[in-house]
């Protein structure tokens, strides 16, 4: 298929409102997708200009010359004729010879011409050509580079699936918007499909042209400072003296020098010859302190052979959740010398990443009869959690801590209260999640310090934050975290996957369906159980026959993990028809009131508040979950028929980022406007509560319509914006208001503000 256009709508607007008048110079860097752009219009001539055709007076206008008569005014008559009273556009109007930009002048200050063109911003354009914009003979528009969400949809289109978010950010960053650039990497790529979710697992791709086009950037610089350049591509930032010839090639921070593009840095790499290469980074490897660089390098040099140095390395990697490079270093370690700690580590690196098997290998070969409390406490969390061996794992696990994090996922919460003492962070932490089960939890989290011994504590600590959070009703401080931790992952590994579910989960209970589905969907396989019931859940709200999901949950699902439970049911109250009470019951049993008053309002959702209202009385009067008592107010609305009370509930749970259940309150409230504009915001969700105020989707160009006119744009401006008659305004906003049910443009920028405020 052809190269998609999109996300340039206003630009559009502009260029065809101008062929409507005088013209249009469309002005922007090479390849930011000026042409692309004047191929959505109709002409009646498209000219090109060269630099080889520069030197030839009218040489651009030859079509249009007499082949006899060769006389300079007989020529310059013979085009003007030809082209008066047509659409004209010129590509690359920077280029044109002096005649010829001449010629284009008096067309557009004559008006005897409709002249659209293109233009590279930064180049000596003729004086003729300059004076069309600076003489306000047409008006000139800055094409700027497309943004991260357009280039992922161009993607997307040619791709015909979705996009996982790390290529995405790859790519985006490499082109910049750059569409010339985003073309031409795409067209080199080496694309893999993981269930239907497109990416890119190797170096960013470079096609023959497009390295052409960077070396030519390249190709006058001198050798030493294409040293620079090199040292650069392999080891920057770096405190380099740089001459002035490298002005452009490079960009100066608060680091030292980068490379100004990262797409130079591929094209250094890939040209340079290994034994350079090897002497780049033996050299950077010798003058940077940066102890994480310097062991990556020697490790891609071959001349890493310092035990001390690999193991520092893989603790600092593990200790920010890089754990593709904290396994390469390790390994690396414990082949070198670096014996038990370096065994221990890469273990423990193993366990996060769900290779039970191997860490547990791992573990054995190196273990004594004195090993540290918290080695045995990692060994025998692995062996309970990740490969069910319980009982060996009850004998291990000797730090209270450890013991109740086992007695917590096993749902015997008091015993492992006992074991805990609130003045230990750590020991606080599992508190603190017990607490939010039971629906006892008032905060602060307690900050943990970071454990040497375990890289990755880092990474438990902030997953059991995101877990009291989000299930005391705290959405904001827990999607905070959770993305945070997400984009900080610079890879596809388990570490980050674990995230993509977690965001997933908030997302959903933020109402962004869509958005939850598609971190589900990018999501390698990790926590296969929980990515099912969020995942079945979501397709549930959507819609959709989620029974299958369900299903292959159900069989995944793992001994113990009680706390997680809730999850299950949830899949299992919205995907399975199940009761919500039964799962209200199974939670009370063992004492988590937190996810007894989440199925209680389930119940609510699915219109049996007079069943649950009492209950959800007296959790709100025992427990602190921040959303109990709205869910009260729920109920309790619903059942005495308080259109108002309803209207203020939507009210309360749109401030607490729950849209989803705001939306479905304001369509039980029947404030159509109210709903209108919380709808908007829940992606294609249809649950039984929303279904009491359907709306009838609105066609593309209904929606087109109405957002203009919601932006205070006249029918007949809308009608010359989008190129339709006035009559044709008319009729889609008449559809578009019975469809929204209702009567007036104010009502209608009501239902819009979203759309209003992401515009500014």
């Known amino acids: 298929m052809g190269w998609p256009f999109v996300g340039r709508d206003a630009e559009l607007v502009a260029v065809r409102r101008a062929v409507r008048g005088a013209g249009l110079i469309v002005a922007g860097p090479a390849g930011v997708g000026k042409t692309r752009l004047l191929d959505e219009i109709a002409c009646d001539v498209r000219l090109r200009a060269t630099a080889a055709m520069s030197e030839i007076p009218l040489g651009v206008m030859a079509p249009f010359l007499p082949s006899v008569d060769p006389s300079p005014l007989a020529m310059l008559t013979a085009a003007r004729t030809a082209l008066r009273g047509r659409v004209v556009v010129v590509d690359d109007v920077h280029l044109l010879d002096d005649a010829s930009a001449g010629l284009l002048h008096q067309l557009v200050q004559h008006r005897e011409a409709v002249v659209v063109a293109t233009l590279r911003s930064g180049e000596r354009a003729p004086e003729p050509v300059v004076a069309l914009w600076k003489d306000e003979l047409l008006p000139r528009i800055e094409l700027e580079p497309l943004g991260r969400p357009a280039v992922v949809e161009v993607l997307e289109t040619v791709l015909g699936g979705v996009l996982d978010s790390v290529t995405a950010d790859r790519l985006w960053t490499a082109c910049m918007g750059n569409m010339l650039l985003l073309r031409e990497m795409h067209f080199a790529a080496a694309w893999t499909s993981h269930g239907g979710v497109w990416s890119l697992d190797g170096p960013l791709p470079l096609s023959a042209r497009l390295v052409e086009l960077i070396e030519a950037h390249l190709a006058a610089v001198p050798d030493e400072d294409?040293?620079?350049?090199?040292?650069?591509?392999?080891?920057?930032?770096?405190?380099?003296?740089?001459?002035?010839?490298?002005?452009?090639?490079?960009?100066?921070?608060?680091?030292?020098?980068?490379?100004?593009?990262?797409?130079?840095?591929?094209?250094?790499?890939?040209?340079?010859?290994?034994?350079?290469?090897?002497?780049?980074?033996?050299?950077?490897?010798?003058?940077?302190?940066?102890?994480?660089?310097?062991?990556?390098?020697?490790?891609?040099?071959?001349?890493?052979?310092?035990?001390?140095?690999?193991?520092?390395?893989?603790?600092?990697?593990?200790?920010?959740?890089?754990?593709?490079?904290?396994?390469?270093?390790?390994?690396?370690?414990?082949?070198?010398?670096?014996?038990?700690?370096?065994?221990?580590?890469?273990?423990?690196?193993?366990?996060?990443?769900?290779?039970?098997?191997?860490?547990?290998?791992?573990?054995?070969?190196?273990?004594?009869?004195?090993?540290?409390?918290?080695?045995?406490?990692?060994?025998?969390?692995n062996l309970g959690w990740g490969l069910g061996r319980s009982e060996e794992a009850a004998d291990m696990i000797v730090m209270p801590a450890g013991r109740a994090v086992m007695l917590f996922h096993a749902g015997r919460y008091d015993e492992a209260r006992a074991l805990l003492s609130a003045s230990d962070p750590g020991e606080a932490a599992v508190l603190a999640m017990i607490d939010v089960v039971q629906g006892r939890y008032t905060g602060p989290f307690p900050v943990i310090p970071p454990v040497s011994e375990v890289g990755l504590g880092a990474e438990m600590n902030t997953f059991s934050e995101v877990f009291v959070h989000s299930l005391h009703g705290d959405l904001v401080r827990a999607e905070r975290l959770a993305v945070r931790a997400h984009q900080e992952k610079a890879e596809w590994d388990s570490m980050r996957s674990s995230w993509a579910v977690s965001c997933a989960a908030l997302a959903c209970a933020g109402g962004r369906l869509l958005e939850a589905r598609r971190l589900l969907q990018e999501a390698r396989p990790a926590q296969p159980f929980v990515r099912l019931c969020v995942l079945a859940h979501v397709e549930a709200l959507l819609g959709n026959d989620a029974r299958s999901l369900l299903a292959e949950a159900e069989e995944l699902a793992p001994p113990g993990m009680r706390p997680y439970r809730h999850g299950l049911w949830t899949a299992r109250v919205w995907a399975g028809g199940a009761s919500p009470f039964d799962a209200a019951a199974e939670a009370r049993s063992y004492g988590e009131f937190a996810a007894e008053a989440l199925h209680l309002h389930d119940a609510v959702r699915l219109g049996r508040a007079a069943e649950a209202v009492e209950r959800l009385r007296e959790l709100a009067s025992t427990t602190t979950g921040l959303l109990v008592p709205v869910f009260v107010a729920h109920a309790e609305a619903l059942v005495r028929n308080d259109p108002a009370g309803l209207a203020e509930v939507a009210l309360r749970f749109e401030e607490a980022g729950f849209v989803l259940h705001a939306a479905e309150a304001a369509a039980e409230s029947g404030d159509r406007v109210l709903f209108g504009r919380l709808i908007g915001a829940c992606e294609g969700a249809r649950t039984p509560a929303l279904a009491r105020m359907s709306l009838v989707p609105l066609t593309q160009r209904e929606r087109e319509v109405a957002a203009l006119a919601a932006r205070g744009l006249t029918n007949r401006e809308i009608a010359e914006s989008l190129v339709i008659s006035v009559r044709t305004v008319d009729n889609h906003l008449s559809h578009a208001y019975a469809k929204l049910g209702i009567a007036t443009r104010g009502e209608l920028v009501s239902l819009f503000a979203d759309d209003l405020a992401d515009r500014g």
């Open 226 to 381: 294409r040293r620079v350049l090199e040292l650069l591509a392999f080891g920057e930032p770096l405190d380099l003296a740089a001459s002035e010839s490298l002005d452009g090639l490079v960009t100066v921070t608060d680091e030292g020098l980068r490379l100004a593009h990262p797409l130079y840095g591929e094209v250094l790499r890939a040209q340079c010859p290994p034994l350079r290469k090897r002497n780049h980074q033996r050299y950077l490897a010798s003058v940077l302190d940066d102890p994480l660089r310097v062991a990556v390098l020697r490790l891609d040099s071959g001349t890493a052979d310092d035990p001390d140095l690999l193991l520092k390395a893989a603790k600092l990697a593990s200790a920010t959740g890089g754990v593709v490079l904290a396994e390469r270093l390790s390994r690396a370690a414990w082949s070198v010398g670096g014996g038990v700690e370096a065994a221990r580590l890469l273990a423990y690196v193993l366990v996060f990443t769900d290779r039970a098997e191997e860490a547990e290998e791992v573990f054995a070969m190196v273990a004594t009869d004195n090993d540290p409390v918290e080695v045995r406490t990692m060994r025998g969390m």
